[in-house]
Every structure is written in structure tokens, then in C-alpha cells.
């Protein structure tokens, strides 16, 4: 499916980079000034960012940057020294995990985290613990909501993995699928919670060329279709500079660099911290 959308970014009053489509809406994600500290150790300092409703945007930096800290940050499983996070306007500070989920922020791992010994169908109505509509009793007595509850949980499920080219696997255990296929089972389950953004930390990780740019179509197609946004971290540059909009690029814990995949590239910070330094 082709992007129906432009890649065109404009600047906004705070400086940030928007798309043209997203702007005048609220930013799906506006972090201000977001920073960590570990003892004496600053992780994060001075982070900021603003993500649009429907923009896919990019995180990249050398290893120990900072970045899977960044998504613990946005995802609270840590909790900010300093700074905010508003999730659609609402600020997350002190939220769990879980509340951070229900208000709309999924994500995956850089290590894979699916439950190996349960299926892929199985994996995926886990994720629809936010929407399945069922009682405790309804379910513990398997009275008719229960039924009509799982009913519904099975179409959604088998509607994510057909979306996503997974519906012959279904009923596989995900331990035995193949790592590329738990890649993408791992962004279905993320899709499964309705969230109005989606964290993907090196989803091209262990992938072959061919999955990769399978891989960058699909990642487009969720945005067009769920018409949400996706941030990313990714070291294959090449899938960076073609799916997103805008990039921003951390080392020891604080921004080098924002701006348009065209603008990073050329970036003199970046190519020396990042991309290598040019010759001559």
C-alpha cells in the first residue's frame, strides 16, 4: 500500500517538527526537558521532543546513548528526575506502567517479551486486556457475555495478524516462529492495546534485508491505516532515513541534532558522532 500522506515537515512557534497534516491537533506526545539521574550518574538530561498524531519519527545515537532509557522514561518504567510528559495533553508523572498503556503508549522491546509457550492468537488477546469488556463472575461462571467477549477478542486478533501477514501462524507457539515473524507478532500485540502511539525499540533488530524492507512498508501502513503514531529506535540507517519524518539524535543522554532525514544526514554533529566523519 502506498503512503497517502506527504513527507513534508513544517516548523511550529516551539521549534519542533510537525507534519503538515498534523498541524493546529494536539501533539500525541510533547516531552519537556525530560531528564534521569542513577546516584550520581546523569542518563537523560535537557530531552525534548514533540511527536504528532500521525507522525513516525526516529530516536538514533550511538550504543549507550540513552535511548531505550528515554522509552523507559515515556513508558514509566522509570520515573523522571526532571522534567514532563504529556501524553495527548495529559502529563504522566507518578502514572504505572499499566495506566501509561490505557491512556495510549505501546511498545516493543529490543529483546523480544512474548509469552513463548502460548500462541500467536493467544499473544495478541493478551494485549486487549485495555478493551475486552468481560466480569470477573461473567468470565468465572462463562456466562453469555464471556463467550460474546472472547468471541470478539478472536475476530480482533485474527484481524491484527492477517494485517500484518500472521494469520497461517495463529495457532503456532510464538517461542517456535521465527524470529522475524515474533518481530512482527510483537508490534501486533502493541497494536492490539488501541494505542494512540507505538514505541518500537530496533524492530529491524536480527532481521534479513528482505524482512526489512518488508518491514518499512509495514510500519508505514500502520500509520496510515490506525492513523497513529510510531517513534522508533533503529541502527539501520537505511530504514531510518526512508520511514521517518523527522529524526532526533542523542549521545551521553542529551540531543546533538534534530530535523528531517535530509537535514540529519548532512548535520555535522551527527556525522561525526553518529555516521562517521566525512573524508577530507
Not at 501524553?87 to 529483546?111: E, P, S
Not at 480482533?156 to 503456532?172: I, Q, R, Y
Not at 540507517?237 to 529524526?247: G, S, T, Y
Amino acid at each position: 500500500m502506498a503512503d497517502n500522506y506527504s513527507r513534508k515537515m513544517i516548523r511550529v512557534p516551539s521549534y519542533a517538527l510537525l507534519r503538515e497534516q498534523d498541524q493546529g491537533k494536539m501533539p500525541v506526545l510533547d516531552v519537556r526537558n525530560l531528564g534521569i539521574d542513577f546516584g550520581g550518574l546523569t542518563a537523560v538530561d535537557g530531552f525534548n521532543i514533540t511527536i504528532g498524531p500521525t507522525e513516525i519519527s526516529g530516536l538514533i545515537g550511538p550504543n549507550g546513548a540513552g535511548k531505550t532509557t528515554i522509552f523507559n522514561l515515556l513508558t514509566s518504567v522509570y520515573q523522571p528526575t526532571r522534567g514532563s510528559i504529556l501524553l495527548k495533553g495529559i502529563d504522566t508523572k507518578g502514572m504505572t506502567t499499566a495506566k501509561v498503556n490505557r491512556l495510549g503508549i505501546a511498545r516493543t522491546f529490543q529483546n523480544i517479551r512474548l509469552f513463548n509457550d502460548m500462541s500467536a492468537l493467544d499473544n495478541v488477546k493478551v494485549g486487549m486486556h485495555n478493551s475486552i469488556k468481560c466480569s470477573f463472575l461473567a468470565s468465572l461462571l462463562r456466562l453469555p457475555q464471556y463467550y460474546k467477549a472472547e468471541k470478539a477478542a478472536n475476530e480482533k486478533a485474527m484481524e491484527l495478524l492477517d494485517f500484518m501477514g500472521l494469520a497461517d501462524v495463529a495457532h503456532v507457539k510464538a517461542g517456535s516462529l521465527p524470529y522475524g515473524v515474533q518481530r512482527r507478532l510483537e508490534i501486533v500485540r502493541a497494536l492490539a492495546t488501541d494505542p494512540a502511539i507505538i514505541l518500537l525499540d530496533e524492530p529491524a533488530a536480527g532481521m534479513n534485508p528482505s524482512e526489512t524492507t518488508e518491514l518499512m512498508h509495514q510500519i508505514r501502513r500502520i500509520r496510515d491505516t490506525f492513523h497513529i503514531a510510531i517513534f522508533l529506535i533503529e541502527h539501520d540507517m537505511n530504514l531510518v532515513m526512508n520511514v521517518c519524518e523527522a529524526i532526533a539524535v542523542v549521545n551521553y543522554g542529551k540531543i546533538i541534532a534534530k530535523g528531517t532525514p535530509e537535514e540529519i544526514k548532512e548535520n555535522p554533529a551527527v556525522i561525526e558522532a553518529y555516521l562517521g566523519r566525512k573524508d577530507g
